[in-house]
Structure formats: structure tokens, C-alpha cells
């Protein structure tokens, strides 16, 4: 099911870009994230601080709508502090989302949409002493984001969401982990000073 669903994301992002690109516009972006591990039946652990960076294609579909598929460096994970002991995950993926926006013509835009995320590394550590993890998570990570853009008439833009994780990441137990992440950021629409759609 999740193969097939890459796939067809995948088809979609290369269909609707061929078909569009007239009026696609490509930008990079970047930012900060806040990020936690949801763990089942357990009380939240403290927010991690990571960044992201990529690149981004702005399709226009209409006067009012455009898809936005990304490609997204991000780091990812959570700590906690149990009796004085330091745990910390340290997550990295390669996410691509894609969003459906609304643009209302004025700069600001809302948007939402799927996003599946590729495990590039994953460290568990203890009071510092770092440990390779890959074989506790899975390798791919589906995900929903939320959010809001503003893109100034000189093409640079503030854009900030929501990341709801929607699968379990832990492969050693049937206890789920999910993936809760915050991102606020910049990016520069290239051309993008001749529309603020």
C-alpha cells in the first residue's frame, strides 16, 4: 500500500508539472523546526530544535489554486529527561510533501496536503553517548501538513506549518511513535516578484 502510494504521488507531481509548466514557478527554502515524538500512551517529551532545507515547485492550476510539490531536507525527533538522564532521538529525512493551495490574491496563502518522508538516519542517545538507531524506525513516514504562506512582490516569502504524523515509526514494538512537527521558514519564489499568487 505505501509503495503504491509513492508511487502515485510521484506520478501525479510529474503529470500535473509537464502539464503546467507555462506557469510553474521554482523556489528554495528554508527554516527552523520544533519537533516531537507522539509516544503511545506516555505523556510528551520536550521539544527538539532541527532546521530544513529544499526546494519547492509552485504550479499554478488556476487564478485561485496551485499545487506545490517540495523536496525537503529535515531533522526531525525528540528528548526527554528521566531521574536526571538524558534521551535523545535524532531523526533526518528526505520529505516530499504536496500541497494544494488557496492563494487569495494579495500574498497569503493557505495550504494542506500529504507528504511521505524517506528515513535517511536515525541516533538514540544516553546523557550524550550516541548510538545508531536505523533498525528502530521505519523507513518511510507518512505525514499531513498544514499551513500558511505569505509571498512578498519581491518574491520572498514566510511560510509556516504543521506536520501531523499518520504512521507508526517504531519497528521494534507494536507501540506506536509518531512524528509531530513544526516548521516556520523563508524561501524565495524565483519570478516570483511578478506574482504574488
Known sequence: MKK???????????KTT???????HFGIKAGVNI????????????????????GLAHIHLSRQFALQPELV?????????????????NLSYINVPVLGQYMFGNGFRLQTGPQVGFLLDAENSVNGNEQDAGNAYKSID????????YLTSLG?????????GLSNINDLSNTEYKNRVWQIGLFYQFQGHRHKK
Open 73 to 89: 531536507f529535515s531533522t526531525q525527533g525528540r528528548e526527554e529527561s528521566v531521574g536526571g538522564v538524558e534521551y535523545k532521538t
Open 4 to 14: 503504491i502510494f509513492v508511487i502515485a504521488l510521484g506520478f501525479i507531481v510529474m
Open 142 to 149: 507518512f505525514s499531513w501538513a498544514f499551513g500558511a504562506s
Open 18 to 24: 509537464s502539464a503546467q509548466v507555462g506557469t510553474t
Open 156 to 164: 520572498l516569502g514566510i511560510d509556516a506549518r504543521y506536520n501531523l
Open 35 to 54: 519537533t516531537d515524538i507522539k509516544v503511545q500512551n506516555t505523556d510528551n517529551g520536550d521539544s527538539r530544535i532541527g532546521f530544513h532545507v529544499g
